[in-house]
């Protein structure tokens, strides 16, 4: 059965076997973890997480694939398909053993930053994440401040993750062969956050308005949340522009917010 891929799902489907196995041995899969891979398309990679670990979910919306996968993975192992959209998943809902996620993914460039903070919202049940995402995806989670690439993305990520770039990925491992390069990532939950928060919510809040017009500075994105008197307070200067500050900066506007 052939299966075309549909550009609403953001279909490029993984086939070289020498950046699976690297993926595979970054990842190093063994029995008894609990391991569920995002968007298995045709199975390429599914096969050798199943074969390593025994047992898998897979979350796949196109439901088109799902009898590839079946016959794909046919006595490799338990393997549990859960045919939905992704950016509603409830995760947490199968972590009900007590054992951890281990999150793996060659994740739809069109849908991978929502996610990622879709997934932000349920680390409390998982151990780890290894992603292929866009390049430069991965280029702004692992930003530091005053880079080009630093944004809101690269604060969230870094709050809650420790970001670990892997190895890159050219189009012609997959098919159709993206018009972009690719990247691998590992994402690791801290056991405590790198700054103190008194509202994940507020923090959140602050970060996405202070990123709301990157040109402006913080004196006026902020405005309405915070005078120039209160930034100037926590030793921040009002007319700084959010890609210069801290993750500790942030969480120190964030923790004054009324």
Partial sequence: ???????????????????????????????GQHIVEIGPGKGALTQYLLKEAGRLDVIELDRDLIPLLERACTGLGELHIHSADVLRFDFAALATDGRALRLVGNLPYNIST????????????????????????????????????????SVMIQYYCYVDPLFLVGPEAFSPAPKVESMVVRLVPHAQPRVQVTSTARFSAIVKQAFSQRRKTLRNTLK?????DDIRAQEIDPSARAETLSLEQFARLSNILR
Avoid: W
């Fill in 114 to 153: 929502p996610l990622l903070f879709h997934v932000l919202e349920k680390l409390s049940c998982v151990q780890d994440m290894h992603f292929m995402l866009q390049k430069e995806v991965v280029q702004r989670m692992a930003a530091a401040p005053g880079d080009s690439d630093y944004g809101r993305l």
């Fill in 1 to 31: 059965m052939l299966h075309t891929a549909r550009k609403r799902f953001g279909q490029n489907f993984l086939h070289d076997v020498g950046v699976i196995q690297h993926i595979v041995s970054y990842v190093n899969p063994e029995p």
């Fill in 224 to 228: 309405g949340l915070l005078s120039e």
